[in-house]
Antibody
Framework: EVQLVESGGGLVKPGGSLRLSCAAS????????MSWVRQTPGKGLEWVGR??????????DYAAPVKGRFTISRDDSKNTLYLQMNSLKTEDTAVYYC???????WGQGTLVTVSS | DVLMTQSPLSLPVTLGQPASISCRSS???????????LNWFQQRPGQSPRRLIY???NRDSGVPDRFSGSGSGTDFTLEISRVEAEDVGVYYC?????????FGPGTEVDFK
């Protein structure tokens, strides 16, 4: 069964950091482009960023609101995707989902709350 | 960023009757490879989004054939031929042609 399971969400103060993980199974993770998407009640669904497969260069792209603060990485030996979030702002509060390339598969999401 | 709009934003439906959602993009979604990367998603209450349709009109595995997608360029439509109880939820269109990918605001489908 194809599955994505996120973890690492929680409550963090503004300016703080958090690292999310996404464990993949049921497909060839190393060949997949992977993405992070977030969802808030006010702004809906928003693409955070993506990472290409190593065979396609392994490069990353980020949406403007998170560029310079968030970093996406992958460990193909562990079938795991990561999202390192630094300098967090209250507006980063959202449910964060990992997805496969064209958003064909989604995880269950993990809630990140940025509040003092 | 490419702006995606949907109409209506709220769609009261009747069991067994057809339903239709429109999606428009601020730019053409035809990519340089000739494909149009327009997807449709369903999000049931309390669940993650689920992709129903990719590249305008291709149904994902396990998606009932009462769901169909059509359109081209900047105008797209999701149709449900006969609404069933399990179709309640929010439907989103999403473009993957231009980075960053962007979603529409969602159409809430519920029974009258």
């Amino acid at each position: 069964e194809v599955q994505l399971v996120e973890s690492g969400g929680g409550l963090v103060k503004p300016g703080g950091s958090l690292r999310l993980s996404c464990a993949a199974s049921g497909f060839t993770f190393s060949k997949a482009w992977m993405s992070w998407v977030r969802q808030t009640p006010g702004k809906g669904l928003e693409w955070v960023g993506r990472i290409k497969s190593k065979t396609d260069g392994g490069t990353t792209d980020y949406a403007a609101p998170v560029k310079g603060r968030f970093t996406i990485s992958r460990d193909d030996s562990k079938n795991t995707l990561y999202l390192q979030m630094n300098s967090l702002k209250t507006e980063d509060t959202a449910v964060y989902y990992c997805t496969t390339g064209a958003a064909g598969i989604w995880g269950q999401g993990t809630l990140v709350t940025v509040s003092s | 960023d490419v702006l995606m709009t949907q109409s209506p934003l709220s769609l009261p439906v009747t069991l067994g009757q057809p339903a239709s959602i429109s999606c428009r993009s601020s730019q053409s979604l035809v990519y340089s490879d000739g494909n149009t990367y327009l997807n449709w998603f369903q999000q049931r209450p309390g669940q993650s989004p689920r992709r129903l349709i990719y590249k305008v009109s291709n149904r994902d595995s396990g998606v009932p054939d009462r769901f169909s997608g059509s359109g081209s360029g900047t105008d797209f439509t999701l149709e449900i031929s006969r609404v069933e109880a399990e179709d309640v939820g929010v439907y989103y269109c999403m473009q993957g042609t231009h980075w960053p990918s962007t979603f529409g605001p969602g159409t809430e489908v519920d029974f009258k």
